[in-house]
């Protein structure tokens, strides 16, 4: 859930390289995975806010999410800013979308200092994880096996020894971490082990950032999350969202979002018999953002068709927030 009053944690801008006297230990660490390992829910846990869509469908997350975590000094830990990097997950593209998707995941490693390489404890390891294991291998920095979900894993954790010896055959990971991200287990150890692999270094980000989405993307995101838990089978995959008023007023802010889809039948499944799934969904990320906004919000959605819209490399571009970032300061407005 968002916790009231999250956005005046979240900045907007550029960043900015701050100078403070106490040395940290910082840098930026990837999460790489398949769809649904849990990379996302990990995001969430370790920033402690809400910053990355879930849902059980997979290609859920679309964009690189940043998460900033300002840990402080612990007894056997030195203070540490993590710059975490949520990717969507690693997968064959099939569509302009799904290119972009892989690229996003591919500038997510550039730079990184170590990767977070997760996956399900549940699930046998397929020829799609020796994939992203080669990704991983590629980053050439060290690389953390963390094996998510153990809450699923019944009866003792003996079960995971096995598991672990399995995959200490495939790379020489520089740690094994069993944990569970949603039930916040082994989280803990993890921040430690990562925070004493960094170097020292720089603070990234003001203390008070935890990440460096807009406000409007994130607004898209909440509606996108309810569409993605409320259809199925094509509907989630062919959707998008797309912010096209946003006036913040003293009391309430007002918000319209286009939601868009491929096909007529799309659309009909998306409005729903007299409007039904429209307001469910409408209502449902009203709450989220008025929470998130710690405001009153009036949203009002709409329903366009855009063949193809997957395939179409421009229209995948224009959805970017960083280019309509870039675009906008190119062009000297904000
Ligand atoms: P991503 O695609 O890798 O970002 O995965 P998500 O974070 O969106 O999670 C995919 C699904 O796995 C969601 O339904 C999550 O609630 C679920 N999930 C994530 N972590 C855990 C975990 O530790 N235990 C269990 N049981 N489910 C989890
Ligand atoms: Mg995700």
New binding site residues.
């Given amino acids: 859930m968002w916790r009231a009053g999250a956005l005046a944690r979240v900045r907007r801008g550029k960043l900015k390289l701050c100078s403070f006297p106490m040395p940290v230990h910082s840098g930026f660490v990837c999460i790489l995975?398949?769809?649904?390992?849990?990379?996302?829910?990990?995001l969430n846990a370790l920033v402690g806010e809400k910053l990355?869509?879930?849902?059980?469908k997979?290609?859920?997350?679309r964009n690189r999410i940043l998460g900033i975590i300002h840990a402080p000094k612990q007894k056997d830990t030195p203070s540490g800013q993590v710059v975490l990097i949520?990717t969507p997950?690693v997968h064959r593209p099939d569509t302009s979308l799904g290119r972009k998707m892989m690229g996003e995941v591919r500038e997510a490693l550039e730079g990184c200092k170590l990767v977070l390489l997760?996956v399900?404890v549940t699930r046998k390891f397929a020829r799609d994880d020796g994939f992203v294991l080669e990704m991983a291998k590629r980053a050439k920095t060290p690389v953390f096996l963390l094996l998510?979900?153990?809450?699923?894993l019944r009866g003792t954790k003996e079960k995971l020894l096995p598991i672990m010896d399995e995959y200490r055959k495939l790379h020489d990971f520089r740690e094994i971490i069993p944990?569970?991200?949603?039930?916040h287990e082994g989280l803990d150890m993890l921040l430690g082990k990562v925070i004493r692999l960094l170097p020292e270094g720089p603070r990234y980000f003001p203390e008070d950032q935890v990440t460096d989405q807009p406000v409007r993307f994130m607004v898209a995101e909440i509606i996108r999350e309810q569409v993605l838990l409320e259809t199925k089978e094509e509907v989630p995959y062919a959707t998008t969202v797309v912010i096209e008023q946003f006036e913040e007023g003293k009391k309430l802010t007002r918000i319209a979002a286009a939601i868009y889809c491929e096909r007529d039948g799309q659309k009909g499944i998306l409005v729903g018999k007299r409007g039904q799934m429209l307001k469910k969904i409408g209502t449902a990320a009203r709450l989220q953002i008025e929470k998130m906004l710690s405001k009153r919000v009036f949203l009002a959605l709409f329903v366009k068709v855009r063949g193809n819209w997957r395939e179409s490399p421009e229209f995948v571009d224009e959805l970017d927030w960083r280019r309509q970032a870039e675009r906008l300061a190119g062009s000297g407005k904000r």
């Fill in positions: 995975g398949r769809p649904n390992a849990g990379k996302s829910t990990l990355a869509i879930i849902s059980p997979p290609q859920t997350t949520d997950g997760i399900d998510n979900k153990i809450d699923l944990l569970s991200a949603r039930k």
